[in-house]
């Protein structure tokens, strides 16, 4: 059985100086899951969020459902 791994992107949108997240979207398909973690942090804690609900966060966020930072 192959072991498919993360493949980490940060959001074009992401120029920030460094305080970005990455995700890792090609595992939603095979897992059902779209790991996220700090960009700073590479090596640090992942966040496995389900895919129906990452999609869900995304959408809410194009909606400016979650305000500004």
């Given amino acids: 059985m192959m072991t498919e791994s993360p493949c ?3 959001s074009s949108y992401s120029e920030n100086g460094g305080a970005c997240v990455e ?3 090609n ?9 996220v ?5 590479l090596s ?3 966040l496995n969020l389900r ?3 990452f999609v869900g966060f995304v ?5 400016g459902a979650f ?3």
């Fill in 8 to 10: 980490w992107f940060t």
């Fill in 23 to 25: 995700v890792a979207a």
């Fill in 44 to 46: 640090g804690p992942t």
């Fill in 59 to 63: 959408a809410g966020v194009k909606a």
């Fill in 67 to 69: 305000g500004t930072v």
């Fill in 27 to 35: 595992l939603a398909a095979s897992r059902g899951v779209v790991p």
């Fill in 51 to 53: 895919a129906d609900a």
């Fill in 37 to 41: 973690r700090d960009s700073k942090d």
